[in-house]
């Protein structure tokens, strides 16, 4: 029944009202001195129309606070000034407003209700205009009574109901504008949380792909120093120097994903080709050789995203080299003019070796598997992987295009 607006709303309603009032009435007065109304006394006639006007100016006062309480007063307003045989009024004009509030803030229901009320009110209007125009001294004319009171009221009718259906149709365009509003910013609302969650996948993907890769290096060279400190000292202090370096480039990675994670708006740098030797030589120091093919090169600078994604797709597919692979590992990259193409190719233990004792025997594939593909997808592209009995292949197709920007 009664709607939260803006105090500066209500008070600018109630002051219009008010100032319409003070303007309307003197005009009633004025417009209807000769005739004020058809049954009723002078004195009685002019508190009836200050009622009925003070009605009506009050319903259009709270009709966007309220609009079926505005619209109950308007009803009651014209009622009484039909019922007091009082002629249409300039206060009428208010009425307009109480239907464009029906149907601009009120339900549904309300919506409707100010419909029929447009309808109904002009129908009853017409008729009750009919009957206070007909000239009594007139019955001699050619057309018969009945004719002329239809014809007159019909015509009335007719005008009234258009000028209240328009009033109430220019409420329904404000309220389909104030929905359009709000279904737009939903929309950017809903549009800005999938950005955010996008933004917290792709922070975590990242996470992965820096940690599983630093402390796959780390394992393998603290293996190697553990092995290597009783017959070469010195290839495990290599290995410890190899170790910090990993540590500490694994930590400033963190520290810019967790600074992204706090500040969205704030991207760091991200990984290109020219971080790729860098990463090669990380995957050396642990001990694996990557044997690195280019053919062709890049023409041109490929865009960014391409190269974040071939760089953590190389990245995720190397780790798994270290962690499951034995022997040295293939990588090519083939840089078409419209896409460019990964193939990681390493030699896994056949299913039949023994594992070590107290270790449970894996495989290449879980999360590394899942975060590659989706690597390839967000750009448009591909990626598949072939495990064979002794080898294990990464495969994947990046468009270059506008799809990978």
């Known amino acids: 029944m009664i709607r939260r607006i803006p105090t500066p709303w209500l008070v600018l309603d109630i002051v219009g009202a008010v100032f319409g009032a003070l303007i309307t009435i003197p005009l009633s007065l004025t417009f ?5 109304s058809f049954w009723l006394p002078e004195m009685s006639a002019t508190l009836m129309l200050v009622v009925t006007s003070l009605l009506i100016w009050g319903a259009a006062a709270i009709s966007r606070l309220s609009p079926p309480i ?7 307003g014209a009622l009484l000034q039909m019922g007091a045989g009082l002629p249409p009024l300039p206060t009428d004009i208010a009425i307009f407003g109480v239907l464009f509030a029906t149907s601009a803030w009120g339900t549904q229901r309300m919506l409707w209700l100010g419909g029929a ?7 009853l209007g017409g008729l009750y205009i009919g009957l206070l125009q007909y000239d009594v001294a007139a019955v001699a004319a050619p057309a018969p009574l ?11 009718g007719l005008t009234i109901v258009l000028s209240l259906a328009m009033a109430w149709g220019a409420g329904l365009l404000w309220r389909l504008v104030r929905q359009s509003r709000a279904n737009r910013e939903a929309q950017l609302r809903a549009e800005t949380v999938a950005a955010e969650e996008q933004e ?8 992965h792909d820096v ?4 402390l796959a290096v780390v394992i393998a060279q603290s293996d190697g120093a553990r092995y290597a400190a009783a017959a070469k000292p010195e290839l495990a202090q290599e290995a410890l120097v190899t170790i910090a370096q990993t ?11 967790l600074t992204q994670l706090r500040h969205r708006q704030g991207d760091g740098p991200q990984p290109t080709l020219a971080d790729l030797e860098a990463l090669f030589a990380q995957v050396r120091q642990a001990g694996v050789e990557p044997r690195v093919t280019v053919d062709p090169m890049p023409q041109g600078e490929p865009p960014g995203a391409i190269q974040l994604a071939v760089y953590r797709i190389l990245q995720e597919a190397l780790t798994n080299a270290i962690r499951h692979g034995e022997g040295d590992v293939d990588v090519r990259l083939s840089w078409w003019a419209d896409r460019v193409e990964i193939a990681v190719r390493n030699r896994i233990p056949p299913p039949s070796a023994p594992s070590a004792p107290g270790t449970t025997p894996t495989v290449p594939g879980g999360h590394g598997v899942i975060g590659m593909r989706e690597r390839a997808q967000l750009v448009g592209g591909v990626l598949t992987v072939q495990h064979e009995p002794s080898w294990f292949t990464v495969r994947a197709t990046l468009p270059i295009g506008p799809s990978a920007n």
């Open 32 to 36: 209807s001195a000769e005739q004020l």
């Open 70 to 76: 505005a619209l109950i007063l308007a009803w009651a």
């Open 117 to 123: 009320s447009a309808v109904g009110g002009g129908i």
């Open 146 to 156: 009945e004719v002329r009171l239809l014809l007159l009221s019909v015509t009335m």
């Open 200 to 207: 917290r996948v792709r922070i975590a993907r990242d996470m």
């Open 211 to 214: 940690v599983a890769h630093s």
């Open 247 to 257: 540590a500490r480039s694994a930590l400033s990675d963190v520290r810019m994903l």
